[in-house]
């Protein structure tokens, strides 16, 4: 049986992720507009952040493409995510638990808003995988 390689499921990952960071990014927008009486500054930090997470979807789309991965499927349950892909030739399948796509959207979040994330452990380091 083949199984996607890691790079292949951090794409699919990406891909699944990124599109829930923009529409965060879009919803605060529209509420801090609302809300706040000086909008501006903090509109432009979400624009820039979006505007820097539509480029990386743009970037893993294509490497999705150039890698032979499709997602063809998903469906959001009420544990979590999941995605059906292609991974050159062969069906895969990922489960993303609503913990982790909450808790890895959070980092990534606050990466684009251009906040330190360093004090957040990768899995690898997590779990000390090699």
């Known amino acids: 049986m083949h199984r996607a390689e890691s790079r292949d499921n951090m794409l699919v990952k990406s891909y699944l992720l990124l599109p829930m960071i923009l529409s965060a990014f879009e919803r605060d927008s529209a509420i801090l507009s609302t809300h706040l009486r000086t909008p501006a500054p903090y509109l432009e ?29 998903q469906n959001r349950l009420n544990t979590g995510i999941e995605a059906r892909f292609i991974c050159r030739g062969y069906h895969e399948r990922m489960l993303l638990l609503n913990d982790i796509v909450a808790s890895q959207a959070a980092i990534h979040m606050r990466r684009y808003l251009g906040l330190d994330i360093s004090s957040f452990k990768s899995y690898e380091e997590q779990y000390q995988i090699k």
């Not at 930090?45 to 499927?73: C, F, H, N, P, Q």
């Open 45 to 73: 930090v979400l624009g820039t952040a979006a505007a820097v997470a539509t480029i990386d979807l743009r970037d893993v789309r294509s490497e999705m493409r150039r890698r032979g991965i499709k997602v063809y499927e």
